[in-house]
C-alpha cells in the first residue's frame, strides 16, 4: 500500500508543472510595437516570433503594414511566420488619412481605394481586425462628422470581406472639437457598431483623466478589444486600475486583450514578459474573452 501511495504522490508532483502551465495559460495578443527596438536593431522578426511564443503570447497584432507586406513579409509569407512560431495573427494597426481637399469635399472615394489593397493584404495575412491607431484632432466638427462617416465605409468594406474595422484612441480623443463636443463621445455616437468597433486603451483612457469603466456603462458592447498598457511594464505603475476593468470587461463587449508595452525600465524582452507575467499571474484575469 506504502508503495502504491509512493508511486500516486509521484505522479501528482511529477504532473503539478504541467497543471500550473494549464492553469495560467491565456489568451493574450501582443502589439509588435512593443518589440521595435529589438526589430529596428536588426534582430530577425522570426526569432523574435519564437522568443514572443515561448514567453506565452498566444497571437499578434502587426503594426508594420506598408505597400501590402507586413514586416518586409507577404501576406501569406507573415501568417506563416506567426504560425511556425505557435501564435496566431490577429490584427493589424494601419491608416490612411484624409487629405484636406477630401474634407473639405466630403468625397473620400480615393482614400477608400486605397483600403482595398489594405484589406486584401490583412485577409491573406489571416487578420480578423484591422484597427485604425490615431488621427489628429480635427479643426471643426463637420470634419469629425467625415471622418466618422469614412470610417464606417472602411467598416463596411471590411465586412463585406469577413474582416471587422475599429478605432485605437490616445488621450487627446477626449478635448473638445470648437469646444463643443468631445471628440471620443462624438466618434463612439456617430460610428455604426455594426461597423466600427472601438479599440479602447484604458492607459491612455486614465491619462485622459477619464475612467474606462464609465465609458463601459455609458457604451456598452462597443469594445471589443483592450489595449492593455501601463506607464512601463504592465502593473507596475498602479495608476491604472486593472482589476476593476477586467472585472467589467463583459459590459465592454471585450473579445481580446492586447498587451502594448511602450516604455521599459529593464531590456525590451524582460520588459514584456514581465507585462505577460502580470497578466497570466493576475485572477482577474480571464483564460479566454473570446469564448
Not at 480615393?110 to 488621427?135: F, N
Not at 467625415?146 to 470610417?151: A, I, L, Q, S
Request: hydrophobic share 40%; charged share 25%; with cysteine.
Amino acid at each position: 500500500m506504502k508503495k502504491r501511495y509512493f508511486w500516486l504522490l509521484f505522479a501528482v508532483i511529477m504532473a503539478l508543472p504541467q497543471f500550473m502551465d494549464a492553469k495560467n495559460k491565456k489568451e493574450v495578443c501582443i502589439q509588435l510595437y512593443s518589440v521595435r527596438d529589438i526589430i529596428n536593431e536588426g534582430k530577425d522578426i522570426n526569432a523574435v516570433l519564437k522568443d514572443l511564443a515561448q514567453m506565452g503570447y498566444t497571437s499578434v497584432e502587426a503594426a508594420n503594414y506598408d505597400n501590402g507586406k507586413f514586416y518586409g513579409k507577404p501576406p501569406k509569407e507573415f501568417k506563416r511566420a506567426v504560425e511556425a512560431a505557435g501564435m496566431t495573427v490577429l490584427s493589424s494597426h494601419c491608416t490612411r488619412g484624409l487629405s484636406d481637399e477630401e474634407l473639405a469635399s466630403g468625397d473620400f472615394s480615393e482614400s477608400l481605394r486605397w483600403w482595398d489593397q489594405c484589406i486584401a493584404a490583412h485577409k491573406a495575412a489571416g487578420m480578423k481586425y484591422i484597427v485604425t491607431p490615431w488621427m489628429n484632432v480635427p479643426k471643426t466638427v463637420k470634419d469629425l462628422k467625415t471622418y466618422c462617416n469614412y470610417f464606417n465605409e472602411i467598416g463596411k468594406k471590411c465586412r463585406l470581406n469577413g474582416l471587422q474595422y475599429g478605432y485605437h484612441n490616445h488621450a487627446h480623443e477626449f478635448q473638445k472639437v470648437e469646444d463643443k463636443v468631445v471628440m471620443m463621445d462624438y466618434m463612439l455616437e456617430n460610428t455604426n457598431p455594426e461597423y466600427v468597433f472601438f479599440q479602447m486603451d484604458v492607459y491612455w483612457v486614465v491619462r485622459g483623466q477619464n475612467s474606462p469603466i464609465d465609458y463601459f456603462n455609458k457604451y456598452p458592447g462597443r469594445f471589443t478589444m483592450l489595449h492593455i498598457k501601463d506607464h512601463r511594464e504592465i502593473g507596475q505603475s498602479g495608476m491604472v486600475g486593472f482589476d476593476a476593468i477586467f472585472r467589467n470587461a463583459k459590459t465592454a463587449g471585450v473579445k481580446h486583450i492586447v498587451a502594448e508595452i511602450e516604455s521599459y525600465s529593464c531590456e525590451v524582452e524582460e520588459s514584456v514578459k514581465q507585462s505577460l507575467d502580470y497578466l497570466l499571474n493576475a485572477p482577474f484575469v480571464k483564460a479566454s474573452y473570446s469564448k
